[in-house]
């Protein structure tokens, strides 16, 4: 075969992403076309696609290792009929993936596509089944996959797998939608509203989770990937913060515990994250075109243990949005939480909440039914989970993170049924006896710690157990988030450490009995 002008685009991208000299090609031998596809117009097609890339289909597969962890790889070559998929590219696709599974790698799929090759017509329509079942065994063997999306990706290679990554990037100013805007011009007789399929668009809404250039993706796949495969990491475990109930430090006033978790300047799940974290990636809403600013999701390390990172933050994204967690924000800790049980990773969830979003569009949106799904995923997930109750605690909002193997709470952490002015409207019809009823309803952490509700109490002041100390997390926010994501590193570890039958039957235990004793 003649060599091509240039080097084609999917070895390039190869070339950027792989360790030098350790890309080996998977590729076979295509079959010939089959006598019923066979017609000299698409054979002369192929023939052009041939000469101008070098390659003999429009796929590459094969493995490299990235930052020296060794993957497989599954590139798209649009410079070969468009990158196409037909029966030849679907079998070759799939073997790669099938055999990813068998060997046990993580894999990096970067489709450049424009979807399902014409010339072949229904029979490779049907190939995008067969790629997404083998994409589906893979996640299901608990091994990762990583998508990056390509200059453009559109039709049935975005409806398959171009769309099923456990995180998932784009090329700046990449064309990505299902339906080609050449194709909605033809049908329509109108251009599609322009800056829809950007990458950048489907960032803000929640499609992908990042835009970036190739020069990055290896940094931003081997960062994901030591999440996402588990890698143990040896943390430490700290000394013991917890304070039993009864201690002088448990005397802190619901009052006080509550107007200090609303201080501005409190930490939150966000300086949590950018404090104690490593290897973040940040993911970006539901991966269905749904994005709550006010609901942080990430792959990181905390202490050291890799783990699934949601939390709700009551300071929203910092663009003026309201804070209150929505339908949206608990599908996206939903997608969280099947990452977490595909990968067998453990989930941390972190609440500061001043409650569920009140609106039509809440209503609207299934808020309700998303609280009730997010607790059973929750009550019944197979990965290890911990909870951390940082500040505010209001509500439905609050308990829809709650259910874990292990709940920690920050000392003036809180958890209430409603934000307390509501819970004393509904009682006396005035918000002036908020903190009169929060008292009685038992929400300071010390409460929760005698309850049963939580197991451990970590403190915030530097003096620790101290009646006389009374700062708490705003005073000295890295000193007290540095040793809290040691804490929570140490938990971590300890609960992947429980056989899982063990882990969930102490869960089911836990909240059956809750209240009964």
Same mark, same amino acid.
């Given at each position: 075969m003649t060599e091509p002008?240039?080097?084609?685009?999917?070895?390039?991208?190869? /070339?950027?992403?792989?360790?030098?000299?350790? *890309?080996?090609? *998977?590729?076979?031998?295509?079959?010939?076309?089959?006598?019923?596809?066979?017609?000299?117009?698409?054979?002369?097609?192929?023939?052009?696609?041939?000469?101008?890339?070098?390659?003999?289909?429009?796929?590459?597969?094969?493995?490299?290792?990235?930052?020296?962890?060794?993957?497989?790889?599954?590139?798209?070559?649009?410079?070969?009929?468009?990158?196409?998929?037909?029966?030849?590219?679907?079998?070759?696709?799939?073997?790669?993936?099938?055999?990813?599974?068998?060997?046990?790698?993580?894999?990096?799929?970067?489709?450049?596509?424009?979807?399902?090759?014409?010339?072949?017509?229904?029979?490779?329509?049907?190939?995008?089944?067969?790629?997404?079942?083998?994409?589906? /065994?893979?996640?299901?063997?608990?091994?990762?996959?990583?998508?990056?999306?390509?200059?453009?990706?559109?039709?049935?290679?975005?409806?398959? *797998?171009?769309?099923?990554?456990?995180?998932?990037?784009?090329?700046?100013?990449?064309?990505?939608?299902?339906?080609?805007?050449?194709?909605?011009?033809?049908?329509?007789?109108?251009?599609?509203p322009p800056g829809v399929q950007v990458a950048e668009n489907l960032l803000a809404h929640g499609i992908v989770d990042a835009v970036l250039p190739t020069e990055r993706l290896a940094g931003a796949a081997a960062r994901a990937l030591a999440v996402l495969c588990g890698d143990p990491a040896g943390a430490a475990v700290p000394a013991d913060d917890a304070v039993p109930a009864g201690d002088a430090a448990a005397d802190v006033p619901a009052a006080e515990s509550i107007r200090r978790s609303r201080r501005p300047e409190r930490p939150g799940p966000r300086a949590l994250l950018a404090v104690a974290g490593r290897d973040v990636t940040p993911l970006s809403g539901t991966g269905a075109g749904e994005r709550d600013p006010g609901l942080l999701l990430a792959l990181a390390r905390i202490g050291g243990t890799p783990c699934v990172v949601l939390g709700h933050d009551r300071r929203g994204a910092g663009d003026g949005r309201p804070p209150a967690l929505g339908p949206a924000g608990l599908r996206m800790a939903r997608r969280g939480m099947r990452i977490a049980a595909e990968l067998d990773l453990p989930l941390l969830t972190v609440v500061d909440t001043a409650g569920a979003a009140l609106s039509r569009e809440a209503e609207e949106g299934g808020l309700a039914g998303e609280i009730a799904r997010s607790l059973a995923d929750l009550v019944t997930l197979p990965a290890p989970t911990l909870c951390l109750l940082l500040g505010q605690g209001a509500g439905g909002g609050a308990l829809a993170l709650l259910p874990a193997d292990r709940v920690l709470a920050a000392r003036h952490a809180w958890l209430s049924p409603l934000p307390p002015e509501g819970a004393s409207a509904i009682l006396y019809r005035t918000t002036e006896r908020a903190f009169e009823v929060a008292a009685r309803q038992g929400v300071r952490s010390a409460d929760l710690l005698a309850r049963g509700i939580v197991d451990r109490v970590v403190e915030e002041a530097s003096g620790g157990a101290d009646a006389a100390d009374t700062g708490d997390a705003s005073d000295a926010p890295e000193t007290f988030l540095t040793r809290l994501g040691a804490i929570l590193g140490a938990e971590l570890a300890g609960l992947r450490a429980v056989p899982r039958p063990e882990r969930l039957a102490a869960r089911r235990a836990r909240y059956r009995t809750l209240g009964l004793h």
């Amino acid at each position: 075969m003649t060599e091509p002008p240039c080097r084609p685009a999917s070895l390039r991208l190869v /070339d950027e992403v792989l360790d030098p000299g350790t *890309w080996r090609r *998977w590729d076979e031998p295509v079959p010939p076309v089959p006598p019923y596809l066979d017609g000299e117009e698409y054979r002369a097609d192929l023939v052009r696609g041939r000469a101008r890339t070098g390659l003999d289909e429009s796929v590459v597969t094969g493995e490299g290792r990235v930052r020296g962890r060794r993957v497989a790889v599954v590139v798209g070559e649009f410079g070969f009929l468009g990158g196409s998929i037909g029966v030849a590219a679907g079998e070759r696709l799939v073997r790669a993936v099938e055999r990813a599974t068998r060997e046990r790698l993580p894999l990096l799929a970067s489709p450049a596509s424009g979807g399902t090759r014409m010339q072949e017509g229904t029979i490779a329509f049907l190939q995008m089944v067969k790629v997404a079942a083998a994409v589906t /065994d893979h996640k299901s063997a608990g091994l990762p996959y990583l998508v990056h999306l390509r200059h453009p990706t559109t039709g049935g290679v975005l409806a398959s *797998w171009g769309s099923l990554g456990h995180a998932t990037s784009a090329e700046p100013g990449a064309l990505i939608g299902f339906l080609g805007p050449r194709v909605h011009e033809a049908l329509y007789g109108e251009p599609f509203p322009p800056g829809v399929q950007v990458a950048e668009n489907l960032l803000a809404h929640g499609i992908v989770d990042a835009v970036l250039p190739t020069e990055r993706l290896a940094g931003a796949a081997a960062r994901a990937l030591a999440v996402l495969c588990g890698d143990p990491a040896g943390a430490a475990v700290p000394a013991d913060d917890a304070v039993p109930a009864g201690d002088a430090a448990a005397d802190v006033p619901a009052a006080e515990s509550i107007r200090r978790s609303r201080r501005p300047e409190r930490p939150g799940p966000r300086a949590l994250l950018a404090v104690a974290g490593r290897d973040v990636t940040p993911l970006s809403g539901t991966g269905a075109g749904e994005r709550d600013p006010g609901l942080l999701l990430a792959l990181a390390r905390i202490g050291g243990t890799p783990c699934v990172v949601l939390g709700h933050d009551r300071r929203g994204a910092g663009d003026g949005r309201p804070p209150a967690l929505g339908p949206a924000g608990l599908r996206m800790a939903r997608r969280g939480m099947r990452i977490a049980a595909e990968l067998d990773l453990p989930l941390l969830t972190v609440v500061d909440t001043a409650g569920a979003a009140l609106s039509r569009e809440a209503e609207e949106g299934g808020l309700a039914g998303e609280i009730a799904r997010s607790l059973a995923d929750l009550v019944t997930l197979p990965a290890p989970t911990l909870c951390l109750l940082l500040g505010q605690g209001a509500g439905g909002g609050a308990l829809a993170l709650l259910p874990a193997d292990r709940v920690l709470a920050a000392r003036h952490a809180w958890l209430s049924p409603l934000p307390p002015e509501g819970a004393s409207a509904i009682l006396y019809r005035t918000t002036e006896r908020a903190f009169e009823v929060a008292a009685r309803q038992g929400v300071r952490s010390a409460d929760l710690l005698a309850r049963g509700i939580v197991d451990r109490v970590v403190e915030e002041a530097s003096g620790g157990a101290d009646a006389a100390d009374t700062g708490d997390a705003s005073d000295a926010p890295e000193t007290f988030l540095t040793r809290l994501g040691a804490i929570l590193g140490a938990e971590l570890a300890g609960l992947r450490a429980v056989p899982r039958p063990e882990r969930l039957a102490a869960r089911r235990a836990r909240y059956r009995t809750l209240g009964l004793h």
